[in-house]
């Protein structure tokens, strides 16, 4: 069974418009932790944001949001005024306390923001 | 500029060549990994080592032959390889192996076989 899902395979945007990125994840552990990176076409994987599962408050940093929600098991992210640069994959991660930080990693969602 | 340092960033190479991937950190991290992606598709763990000993090898063909000299480098000895193996090699770095911290990738090295 795929641990994280993310529905959403490509989004388009015109800038300056927010966006949402849905996650969707699934564990038995308690002790869990998520991840979002952003992979630009440039290849490297960039670290967003980390979060455990013992702390649901939601998190802001500029025009990042996420919206951690254990009720429903989803971790989203939104991008507020989303700008070019943004253009990229997304990806969200799950790791697990039992399985020794071994990344399971959603198929991605590819944001087209355009000018 | 990413903390992970990886080369060459594309390598061309026919099933019969042996050429090498190599990466370097230096930001004292412990573990260290191998991820391949293949367009379009997440990364997929290859490797895992920690304290320069291999920790996991998720089922990796032998033509892959992963080596920690030091802390600071991993290597992927590459031998005659598939088409199937084209792909971006990622490497990745983390405080230690099993702490749930964030993994720090380097761009990756773009791999063609002819």
């Known amino acids: 069974a795929q641990k994280v899902t993310q529905a959403q395979t490509e989004i388009s945007v015109v800038e300056k418009e927010d966006v949402t990125l849905d996650c969707v994840y699934e564990t038995r552990d308690t002790t869990y932790y998520l991840f979002w990176y952003k992979q630009p076409p440039s290849g490297e994987l960039v670290f967003l944001i980390r979060r455990n599962s013992f702390d649901e408050q939601n998190e802001i940093s500029g025009r990042y949001s996420w919206n951690f929600q254990k009720s429903t098991s989803s971790f989203n992210f939104t991008i507020t005024a989303s700008q070019v640069v943004d253009s990229a994959v997304y990806f969200c991660a799950l790791s697990e306390a039992i399985n020794f930080n071994k990344f399971y990693f959603g198929s991605g969602t590819k944001l087209n923001v355009k000018p | 500029d990413t903390e992970v340092t990886q080369t060459p960033k594309h390598l061309v190479m026919g099933m019969t060549n042996k050429k090498s991937l190599k990466c370097e950190q230096h930001?004292?991290?412990?573990?260290m990994y191998w991820y391949k992606q293949k367009a379009k598709k997440p990364p997929e763990l290859m490797f895992v080592y920690s304290y320069e000993k291999l920790s996991i090898n998720e089922s990796v063909p032998s033509r892959f032959s992963p080596e920690c000299p030091n802390s600071s480098l991993l290597n992927l000895h590459l031998h005659a390889l598939q088409p199937e193996d084209s792909a971006l090699y990622l490497c990745?770095?983390?405080?230690?192996?099993?702490?749930?911290?964030?993994?720090?990738f380097g761009d990756g090295t773009r791999l063609s076989i002819l």
């Open positions: 930001m004292g991290h412990r573990a």
């Open positions: 990745a770095s983390s405080q230690e192996w099993g702490d749930n911290q964030p993994q720090h």
